[in-house]
């Protein structure tokens, strides 16, 4: 359907002398789009008082999402949402947990001009570039022009699409290793597909439908985000909010739109039996009417599959 997962994890991993900081102001070394991508998404000179890049609410360590609740902006402003990781969107059709976004492109340029992230107007970011001898160098070089919309956003994506993962215990498992994940994330699968009924949203190798669905976390009262509403302002879609991908999901709490849940056991807690944390959720999805009647032992190994999608490049080495 997209891409070849693991030649973009070589490349990707190549890259990592550039993260490090190695030659990152070299132009023989920053010598495509997604190089020069890679270092302005972890530059802050794309914020207003240049405290915060990308990289700060999208952190490498963390799968790129970010450990709280809401990020923080520029001044200490609060987000509105939880950060989720940019890992495997390639070839995503929406983007946002709204949606918002069609394209990798789109929504590179939201953090930049929203005035509670980076607060810094396109022009003026343009006009920072421009100004600076090695951004001026590296654009005329790799675009032949200078900064401009356009190819700032095509370089950041570029960036970003090479945040494919496809090298986890899991991926060796259903590649013929058998030892590859452990006996409880076996069980774990076989309730993903099965009695836990995940795979009805959660489907495809990237663990997403591309679909919107409302589990429950919208009430009008104190949970007020009427997520795709306020995109399509269809009151069908008042709760529903982007099914987002599983892979490297045990690295990206806290979970859910607006961060609720701390741990991977509270959102299968939740999904349990979601009237015992919120009884009172609008369009809430049919698949969620009655509880689904895990064990502990379950949820255990429930949880220990989720675990087994994270990629290798992520595991902290001893």
């Known amino acids: 359907m997209k891409r070849t997962k693991l030649m973009i994890f070589v490349?990707?991993?190549s890259l990592v002398?550039?993260?490090?900081?190695?030659?990152a102001d070299d132009p023989e070394l920053i010598n495509s789009k997604e190089r020069l991508g890679e270092k302005l998404f972890f530059d802050p000179i794309l914020s207003k008082d240049k405290s915060i890049s990308c990289a700060s609410c999208h952190k490498p360590e963390f799968a790129f999402a970010d450990t709280a609740v809401v990020s923080i902006g520029v001044g200490g402003a609060k987000g509105l949402r939880n950060s989720p990781s940019v890992t495997n969107l390639s070839g995503r059709p929406n983007l946002f947990w709204d949606g918002r976004a069609s394209s990798l492109e789109d929504q590179a340029l939201q953090p930049i001009i929203n005035p509670i992230e980076m607060n810094l107007p396109i022009a003026e970011a343009l006009e920072r570039l421009q100004n600076d001898?090695?951004?001026?160098?590296?654009?005329?070089?790799?675009?032949?022009?200078?900064?401009?919309q356009k190819n700032l956003l095509q370089a950041i994506?570029?960036?970003?699409r090479t945040l494919e993962t496809a090298n986890s215990p899991y991926d060796r498992y259903i590649?013929?290793?058998?030892?590859?994940?452990?006996?409880?994330?076996?069980?774990g699968r076989l309730l993903f597909i099965g009695k836990a009924n995940c795979n009805n949203c959660h489907s495809g190798e990237d663990f997403t439908a591309d679909r919107f669905k409302g589990i429950g976390l919208f009430n009008g009262e104190e949970l007020k985000d009427a997520g795709r509403f306020q995109v399509t302002n269809n009151p069908e879609?008042?709760?529903?909010?982007k099914i987002p991908g599983l892979r490297n999901v045990a690295l990206t709490a806290p979970y859910m739109h607006n961060g609720m849940f701390r741990t991977l056991k509270d959102v299968i807690k939740y999904y349990n039996n979601p009237d015992e944390v919120i009884k009172n959720?609008?369009?809430r999805d049919l698949s969620l009417s009655k509880p689904l009647g895990l064990?502990?032992?379950?949820m255990d190994d429930l949880e220990a599959f989720l675990v087994s999608l994270t990629d290798d490049r992520f595991l902290k080495k001893p």
């Open 11 to 13: 490349v990707m991993t």
């Open 17 to 23: 002398f550039i993260i490090a900081g190695f030659g």
């Open 133 to 148: 001898k090695t951004y001026a160098v590296l654009f005329q070089q790799i675009f032949n022009a200078a900064p401009n």
């Open 157 to 160: 994506a570029a960036y970003e």
């Open 175 to 187: 590649n013929g290793d058998d030892a590859a994940i452990s006996e409880n994330a076996k069980r």
């Open 237 to 241: 879609h008042e709760g529903h909010f």
């Open 281 to 283: 959720g609008k369009n």
């Open 295 to 298: 064990t502990t032992t379950e």
